[in-house]
């Protein structure tokens, strides 16, 4: 359940951004899984979960970045160069405002590499916000500087972890601390 409390000083605005009240504006407009699925056509297990009915409870242990071996650490790279050579099967980025799209009738949108679709997600959590007026509230880091700060990170991780391990095939793959 969402905090009613303001937000504070930080945030002279309301009601402008689709990131103030994250994650329930995202959650409200989205389809709901059932079970143990999740994603955005529920067709995937949930995180910590495998099986043909995502039923198996499945542990991932994640390695300190210091005590991995000189192997785990190549594997890591090349992973992350992998990502940056393959376009995402199932994500597009939108290349233009809504507005810009004359309303959604002329969509815009361009395919985008897994590695930079993260970028991307993470450019966009803590982007200025565009104002009605034309003006740009500046400095403003709904990913950072927001209640949201730890969940959103945990799921951004996880999500990155999951289509690596998909780009891979390696599903023992897990992002290191």
Same mark, same amino acid.
């Given at each position: ?9 930080q ?14 504006v ?25 099986g ?23 594997? *890591? ?6 990502? @940056?050579? $393959?376009?995402?099967? %199932?994500?597009? !980025? ?34 200025d916000?565009?104002?009605?007026d ?23 991780? *996880? ?6 391990? @998909?780009? $891979?095939?390696?599903? %023992?793959?897990? !992002?290191?601390?």
């Amino acid at each position: 359940v969402p905090s009613n409390s303001p937000v504070g000083a930080q945030f002279p605005f309301s009601g402008i951004d689709d990131r103030e009240n994250w994650p329930i504006v995202f959650y409200n407009r989205t389809c709901q899984c059932q079970g143990n699925f999740m994603g955005y056509n529920c067709g995937e297990c949930r995180f910590g979960y495998t099986g043909p009915n995502c039923t198996v409870r499945r542990n991932m242990i994640r390695k300190e970045i210091f005590r991995m071996t000189t192997a785990e650490k190549d594997k *890591l790279i090349a992973y992350l160069n992998l990502a @940056k050579r $393959t376009t995402s099967p %199932d994500y597009v !980025i939108a290349t233009g405002t809504y507005e810009q799209m004359n309303n959604g009738s002329n969509p815009m949108f361009a395919d985008i590499n897994v590695y930079d679709l993260f970028v991307w997600l993470h450019y966009y959590a803590s982007r200025d916000a565009f104002l009605e007026d034309g003006s740009v509230w500046a400095d403003i880091d709904f990913a950072h500087e927001a209640p949201g700060f730890l969940p959103w990170h945990r799921f951004f991780l *996880l999500l990155w972890e999951r289509e690596i391990q @998909k780009v $891979t095939g390696d599903n %023992d793959f897990t !992002i290191p601390f």
